[in-house]
């Protein structure tokens, strides 16, 4: 059971908007400790989207946006495309388990 | 540039020991430190250990302490993950990543990452 909670699935088509919601506790996202964002293709490893809640490493389209509040996060992808279609997963640092804490992941769907 | 390139895909039989390495480049090994997760199939990533490569000093998941070891060779900008007494819950692509910190946040992420390498405990 992860430790931040993710919906297993989101869908949109072509051009869409989808959000994708992270939801913590006040040990973790409310501690408040950052809010970081990974892509997963299939059969690779994940990448970094978006760290420090809102911000995103070079190379990542401008599509791709974070924000956070209070103890959940999201990831909201505009202009959906047909490459968007990967696993989502939110990442923070959890105080009472000390260490790091991932969600389940999030499957993007482009219709 | 940066890589991290891990070792081959390993079967297991349950109770036995795996170790998988993390041979970096492109970046000094020492002024970063690196995490090991890992992700059993359909799943999100699970965090195992930290390792700081300057120290030698790591933090483990309360979850595998006891039964997980990371160490780290300077000469070779290499990490090693260490797991014992497998079991078939232990069957996971298992990944090291760079730890980078962010100044303007004052936060880290994890920027590169390794290819993974599949550990598959089965008797």
């Known amino acids: 059971q992860a430790v931040l909670t993710q919906p297993p699935s989101v869908s949109g088509a072509p051009g869409q908007t989808v959000t994708l919601s992270c939801t913590g506790n006040r040990s973790n996202i409310g501690a408040p400790y950052d809010v970081n964002w990974y892509q997963q293709l299939p059969g690779t490893a994940p990448k970094l989207l978006i760290y420090g809640n809102t911000n995103r490493p070079s190379g990542v389209p401008d599509r791709m946006s974070g924000s956070k509040s209070d103890t959940s996060a999201s990831l909201a992808i505009t202009g959906l495309q047909a490459e968007d279609e990967a696993d989502y997963y939110c990442q923070s640092y959890d105080s009472s388990l000390s260490g790091y804490v991932f969600g389940g992941g999030t499957k993007v769907f482009v219709l | 540039q940066v890589q991290l390139v891990q070792s081959g895909a390993e079967v297991k039989k349950p109770g036995a020991s795996v170790r998988v390495s993390c041979k970096t480049s492109g970046y000094s090994f020492s002024d970063y430190s690196l995490l090991w997760v890992r992700q059993a199939p359909g799943q999100g990533p699970e965090w195992m250990a930290s390792?700081?490569?300057?120290?030698?000093?790591?933090n483990y998941a309360q979850k595998f302490q006891g039964r997980v070891t990371v160490t780290r060779d300077t000469s070779i900008s290499t990490s090693y993950l260490e797991l014992s007494s497998l079991r078939s819950g232990d069957t996971a692509v298992y990944y090291c990543a760079r730890i980078l910190f962010y100044f303007e946040t004052g936060g880290d992420a994890f920027d590169v990452w390794g290819q993974g390498t599949m550990v598959t405990v089965s008797s």
């Open positions: 390792i700081n490569p300057n120290t030698g000093g790591v």
